[in-house]
């Protein structure tokens, strides 16, 4: 089986240190909020219309998405150094998360609210919502 390393801008190398515990295939899996770019190609044309397309600025966001996403895979793979798979998506990040997470063994993540003491706070909204619909058994690391 699979585990899903989820590998969010702050605190993945906690996940991938934590993944390194397991011997099972291993996913890498980063996701691109979409409403960044969205919001760009939205304003753009809002402004100068649609007749302009070949300098819509979320264009630009979207590549500059995908750069950061291959970037910090790579990083993490580099940090695992196991074999595995890497894979970058874009949408609603709790949602994409939770369908990788469909038919994974595991999936590791990362507490991302307020750590300072235990607690529901200690998960930001889109790690709760993964945590209450992941349909795999979920390990949650605290960072460090």
Same mark, same amino acid.
């Given at each position: 089986?699979?585990?899903?390393?989820?590998?969010?801008?702050?605190?993945?190398?906690?996940?991938?240190?934590?993944?390194?515990?397991?011997?099972?295939?291993?996913?890498?899996?980063?996701?691109?909020?979409?409403?960044?770019?969205?919001?760009?190609?939205?304003?753009?044309?809002?402004?100068?219309?649609?007749?302009?397309?070949?300098?819509?600025?979320?264009?630009?966001?979207?590549?500059?998405?995908?750069?950061?996403?291959?970037?910090?895979?790579?990083?993490?793979?580099?940090?695992?150094?196991?074999?595995? &798979?890497?894979?970058?998506?874009? #949408?609603?990040?709790?949602?994409? @998360? *939770?369908?990788? %997470?469909?038919?994974?063994? +595991? /999936?590791?993540?990362?507490?991302?609210?307020?750590?300072?003491? &235990?607690?529901?706070?200690?998960? #930001?909204?889109?790690?709760?919502? @993964? *945590?209450?619909? %992941?349909?795999?058994?979920? +390990? /949650?690391?605290?960072?460090?």
């Amino acid at each position: 089986m699979t585990v899903v390393v989820w590998i969010a801008d702050d605190t993945w190398q906690d996940c991938v240190d934590a993944a390194r515990a397991h011997s099972d295939d291993f996913l890498l899996l980063h996701v691109s909020d979409h409403d960044v770019p969205g919001a760009a190609h939205g304003a753009f044309a809002g402004l100068f219309g649609r007749g302009h397309s070949s300098r819509d600025p979320g264009t630009r966001v979207d590549d500059l998405a995908a750069g950061h996403a291959a970037q910090l895979l790579d990083a993490a793979a580099e940090r695992l150094g196991l074999p595995c &798979a890497k894979e970058a998506r874009i #949408g609603r990040v709790e949602h994409e @998360v *939770v369908a990788a %997470a469909r038919e994974a063994s +595991l /999936l590791i993540l990362c507490r991302d609210g307020d750590v300072s003491h &235990a607690g529901p706070r200690s998960l #930001g909204p889109a790690t709760r919502f @993964v *945590v209450d619909h %992941a349909l795999c058994p979920v +390990l /949650l690391v605290w960072p460090s």
